[in-house]
Every structure is written in structure tokens, then in C-alpha cells.
């Protein structure tokens, strides 16, 4: 906080405490429909389009896992018959899983964010990305 203001800065732990509440949410909306959050980020890749190889390489770096986690997970969900493994592309139940849970994060995007100013949303996004850019760095760093 400074001096001025009662209104604390952006800092880790406030973002961190921010992820777990929200992730704590997603978690139950996940639930129901039987998908871990790295599934879920698989079944969007796939939904966008991406081969199998460009699925790989957007999972390995949005969720940091190696390329056999990024695999097994293709795998778990083509044995769950939500992916067409030989074509990657989401079968009618992995469509019908995907919106079912896509449908569910918009309902709670607008519950949590949806009275906020768009400015504010623009802006925290920005200062999001920039902090996430600058991880990205210091791991690629180490």
C-alpha cells in the first residue's frame, strides 16, 4: 500500500491469492464434467484448430509440462473418446464436453468480471500479460 492511497499495489501474492480463489471455482465447474484443468486446456487447442503437433506446443508452454505429459494428456483424452486421435479433432462428445465447460467459464466470466469497467479489464489484462511475458523470460533463463 502506499502512503496515498488505502488500495494495494499488484504484487505475486495478490495475484496468486486471486488464481487459487478463481481456480477453486473452475475446479467444481471441471468437475462436472469429469476433465482436469490440463485436459480442459488440451480440449481448447484441439477446438481452435491446432494439430496434434501444434496442440503439443501450446500446451508444453501455457501449462510449463514436457512433451510426454503434453502427449499423455492427448492420449487420456482420446481413450475418453473425446478426441479423434487420428485426425486431433474433438469427437461429438468431446464437442459436446468442451461447450458444455466453455459454456459454464462464460457464465462465471461474467459472474466474476462482468461489472467491472472494460477499461479496468483492458488494463489489468495488459499488466497480466506483461508480468506473464517476464516469467516466461526467468524460466527460460534457468
Known amino acids: 500500500m502506499t502512503a496515498a492511497t488505502s488500495t ?3 504484487n505475486g501474492r495478490m495475484i496468486g ?8 471455482v473452475r475446479d467444481r465447474l471441471l468437475a462436472a464434467s469429469g476433465l482436469t484443468f ?3 486446456v488440451v480440449l481448447q487447442a484441439v477446438a481452435d484448430g491446432l494439430d496434434r503437433a501444434g496442440v503439443v506446443d501450446r500446451i508444453t508452454a501455457t501449462l510449463k509440462i514436457g512433451d510426454p505429459e ?7 483424452l482420446t481413450d475418453a473418446g473425446l478426441l479423434d486421435g487420428a485426425r486431433s479433432t474433438l469427437t461429438d462428445r468431446g464437442e459436446r464436453v468442451h461447450r458444455g465447460f466453455t459454456d459454464a467459464v462464460a457464465g462465471l466470466t461474467e459472474r466474476l468480471y462482468g461489472d467491472l469497467p472494460a477499461a479496468e479489464r483492458e488494463i489489468a489484462a495488459r499488466a497480466l500479460a506483461h508480468v506473464t511475458a517476464r516469467a516466461n523470460v526467468e524460466l527460460a533463463a534457468r
Not at 486471486?18 to 477453486?24: L, Q, S
Open 38 to 40: 490440463h485436459q480442459s
Open 17 to 24: 491469492i486471486a488464481y487459487h480463489a478463481i481456480a477453486a
Open 70 to 76: 503434453a502427449r499423455t494428456l492427448l492420449d487420456e
Open 8 to 10: 494495494p499495489l499488484l
